[in-house]
């Protein structure tokens, strides 16, 4: 009994009858990944018991074979009743059993389908074995029909080329002799030959053609292909004319035509660059590169079709093969406004742009703020201007000024430059009661250098102390000469602080301004130049433009150095934005494709094919200016020895403005000495970016962020590589930082004070192996552990120090000059009487740039 079949407590066994179908599953696999799965049943035999007690007969052949004998009657006696037995239930299958059927029927499923793919490969290599006999077959029949055909064309051939001999013969021989030869040529095996009538064709007779050139037979391209329909057919020698031929023929018919009128050349008008092709030279003038070619063989120049010409070879060329030239540049693609020049029609008048020049912390901001009525310097950082600012001011006269405020630090001499060279006229503001200044001189001679007038405001006059007539007087020094000694400068004391002298400033600018009859056409597209520059977080590039001519308008294409863009708005000094700006208006414009460098030109095109075409064409001047490398020469060489010795201080620059950039990296090439020198790994515009910090911590080097901070993303990637981040607001305190940071990477400044002259008079031993000195001290003194140098006629041949200093047998600290004392010196005998013993401190100083 199986376990499933046992009785369990408080369960009664369900009333039923056995199973005697068992069922399973058997999974069948064909060709091709191919699988089945198939129900299998298996029904057992149900055995019946017999009575109680009672035997199985035993089969025999005799009881086979005999019949039944019948039943005898037997008398029913008493039978004593027995006890009812049920019937034994049949014996249920193991699961060995029924694990060994399941394999069983596995094997047999898996046999027959290995007798099925068995049967079908054998079917198929019977067809395949079928049809390669198929095919062979075929090919000899085929092999056999062209040999039969082969023979009967040979057979032809044979019997026409036989008439065709035996012509002759024929025309004089009598009919008889024919009629003779026709059964005994019959009974041949070769076929009957064809017979010619003598008789021409009425129809065309057919001239004999005098023949031009030996074919060496019939058709040489076909002479060895015979076929049934060549062998049969009469005009087999004739061969008729391709097309391609006739084609020929014709072309050649239409040339002889044309031998006897001259073709006229045709002149071209040939651009020519600076550098062309071969090739393409000869594209342009319609002519063979051969030609060309050949003709520079003959000018001595051994050129191939791809090589490069230059524009004066090529002009030979053009002028040989009888062309017109026309002399072209890539700088023809650049924008040049000098050339244009407005008529004096259409010049209006417009405002002046004034700009205020002078040394930094003399008020220059502060009387801009007079006059516009603000209080733009009290949010400096510093209190110092470090850009440059671009406002237009309405005067009580209603008339307009444009000022421009500079830097006076000495970092921003390009932008005081760029300042006076758009500028109509330069204030120049002096202190009263500090004179003039480095910066001050630097921006007369700016002045000087642009060629526009110059009006000197003395400021600060209500500070005791302050001094106009010594200011003038110290004017004279550099030839510039006021209008109260007798000069043509005008001068006015001002104060920003008490707004005293402004109206005659004002007065002045006027009058200037009328003299100079400033005027500019409004009416055509608008040129312009970058005051400044900058990458905000949330516009991207902005650019203050100072409009000179013309009226900038939003939805302009224009091009400003090596950018591009369109104007999608204009915004003025005072954060409104407008729909145009006219002439010397400064505004912002935002819309461009990368941050221009200041000072740029910016001008309107007609749209933006031609505005990208400016711009990469200016990219790639610049591009070949920086990395086109310098001719050699012998200090250039030396200079780079003296650079690969010198330390390098590697640093990143990232600023808000464009021309604070270029103020920063040239301050910092200016502390580069032949000790150290400073790397600039990169600079620009915006804020500090993940790219930056990855570029800095390759080479180990510091950011340096002016008025700009780092992202978030950026200081995580900074604190994880070790990067250094710093931020300055005024340019005093970014110089001073770095010009110590390479000083700290120098390290220490070591100085060597030579304190002691002494010379050996004798020389003694000094226990075993040691020997001792017997000085005079001629110089200075002598001290123990001080560092000593050993020099034997001017050569130094010992530098160590003092191991120990006695005099008459004591040991003593110091001896002075004109005293005898004697000395051991540490690691070295090499010591003999007349050497010079020279001692020193070595003092350390903290290195400065």
């Not at 400016?614 to 012998?634: D, E, F, G, M, W």
């Not at 160590?800 to 004591?810: H, Q, V």
């Amino acid at each position: 009994m199986s376990d499933n079949d046992k009785p369990k407590l408080g369960m009664r066994a369900p009333l039923g009858l056995k199973r005697t179908v068992e069922t399973g599953q058997v999974k069948q696999s064909f060709s091709h990944g191919r699988s089945n799965t198939v129900v299998v049943e298996v029904k057992r035999r149900r055995i019946v018991p017999g009575r109680p007690g009672e035997a199985e007969p035993q089969v025999t052949e005799e009881t086979a074979a005999a019949p039944a004998p019948a039943p005898a009657p037997v008398a029913q006696a008493p039978v004593a009743p027995r006890p009812a037995l049920a019937p034994a239930p049949a014996r249920p299958m193991t699961p060995l059993e029924r694990r060994e059927q399941q394999e069983r029927l596995l094997r047999e499923a898996e046999e027959a389908r290995m007798a099925a793919l068995e049967e079908t490969r054998r079917r198929e290599e019977r067809a395949k074995a079928e049809a390669s006999e198929e095919e062979r077959r075929r090919a000899e029949e085929n092999r056999r029909a062209e040999e039969e055909a082969e023979r009967a064309a040979a057979a032809a051939a044979a019997s026409a080329a036989e008439a065709d001999t035996a012509a002759p013969a024929r025309e004089e021989a009598p009919v008889a002799e024919t009629a003779e030869e026709a059964p005994r040529t019959s009974s041949s095996t070769m076929p009957p030959p064809r017979r010619f009538t003598p008789v021409p064709s009425p129809k065309r007779p057919e001239p004999p053609r005098p023949q031009q050139r030996d074919r060496k037979g019939d058709d040489r391209r076909q002479s060895g292909k015979l076929t049934v329909t060549r062998a049969l057919d009469d005009d087999s020698g004739a061969r008729a004319r391709s097309l391609a031929a006739l084609k020929r023929a014709r072309e050649k018919d239409k040339r002889a035509h044309q031998a006897g009128t001259v073709q006229q050349k045709q002149v071209r008008d040939v651009a020519v660059p600076e550098t062309i092709t071969v090739g393409e030279l000869a594209n342009r003038m319609a002519e063979r590169g051969a030609d060309l070619v050949k003709a520079l063989f003959k000018m001595g120049m051994p050129v191939t079709v791809n090589q490069s010409i230059d524009q004066d070879t090529a002009e030979l060329l053009v002028t040989e093969f009888g062309h017109n030239i026309k002399r072209v540049s890539d700088s023809d693609v650049d924008l040049i406004t000098s050339d244009d020049v407005d008529a004096a029609e259409t010049l209006q008048p417009r405002p002046p742009v004034v700009t205020i020049m002078g040394h930094v912390d003399h008020g220059k901001t502060s009387l801009l703020d007079a006059l516009r009525g603000t209080d733009v310097a009290s949010g400096e950082a510093g209190g110092i201007t470090q850009h440059i600012g671009a406002y237009q001011v309405q005067v009580k006269s209603g008339a307009k000024i444009t000022f421009l405020d500079t830097p006076g630090h000495e970092a921003f001499s390009e932008m005081r430059a760029r300042g006076a060279n758009i500028t109509d006229i330069v204030v120049i503001v002096v202190a009263g009661d500090d004179g003039l200044r480095p910066q001050t001189i630097e921006a007369i001679s700016h002045t000087r250098a642009a060629g526009v007038p110059m009006i000197i405001a003395i400021n600060k006059m209500d500070k005791p102390g302050s001094n106009a007539q010594r200011v003038r007087e110290a004017l004279l020094q550099h030839d510039v000469q006021v209008e109260s000694m007798g000069g043509d400068v005008q001068e006015v004391e001002v104060s920003a602080l008490k707004k005293t002298g402004l109206d005659e400033l004002i007065e002045k600018i006027e009058l200037q301004a009328e003299l100079l009859e400033l005027k500019a056409n409004p009416d055509r597209p608008a040129e312009g130049t970058v005051v400044e520059a900058t990458l905000d977080k949330g516009r991207g590039a902005v650019a203050t433009i100072l409009v000179g001519r013309g009226t900038l308008k939003v939805g302009d294409i224009f091009v400003v150095g090596a950018e591009s863009g369109k104007v999608r708005a204009l915004i003025d000094d005072k954060g409104r934005n407008i729909k145009e700006a006219g002439p010397s208006l400064p505004v912002e414009i935002l819309g461009l494709s990368g941050v221009p460098s200041a000072g740029d030109q910016l001008s309107v095109v007609e749209n933006e094919a031609r505005a990208r075409e400016v711009a990469a064409y200016r990219a790639s001047v610049i591009h070949q200016k920086r990395t086109t490398a310098a001719p050699a020469s012998l200090e250039s060489m030396f200079s780079a020895l003296r650079e690969q010795k010198a330390q390098q201080y590697p640093v990143v620059v990232k600023a808000d403005a464009q021309g604070s950039v270029e103020a920063i990296v040239g301050s910092l090439n200016k502390i580069s000495t032949d000790l150290i020198q400073v790397r600039i790994l990169h600079a620009g515009v915006g804020g500090i970016t993940e790219s930056d910090v990855s570029l800095a911590a390759a080479s180990k080097a510091p950011i340096i962020g002016f008025n700009v901070r780092a992202n978030a993303k950026a200081r995580e990637i900074a604190t994880r590589d070790g990067v250094a981040l710093k931020y300055y607001d005024v340019i005093y305190d970014l110089l001073d930082e770095i010009r110590a940071a390479m000083a700290g990477q120098l390290g220490p400044e070591y100085l060597e004070h030579v304190v002691g002259r002494a010379e050996i008079r004798e020389v003694f031993s000094a226990g075993k192996h040691g020997k001792a000195a017997g000085l005079l001290v001629l110089e200075g003194y002598i001290r123990q552990k001080l560092r000593a140098r050993v020099m034997r006629d001017d050569v130094i041949i010992y530098n160590g120090s003092i191991a120990s200093l006695r005099r008459f047998k004591d040991d003593v600290p110091e001896v002075r000059a004109g005293l005898e004392c004697g000395i051991t010196l540490e690691a070295t005998t090499d010591i003999k009487p007349g050497d010079i013993v020279e001692t020193f401190e070595v003092e350390e100083r903290e290195r400065t740039l």
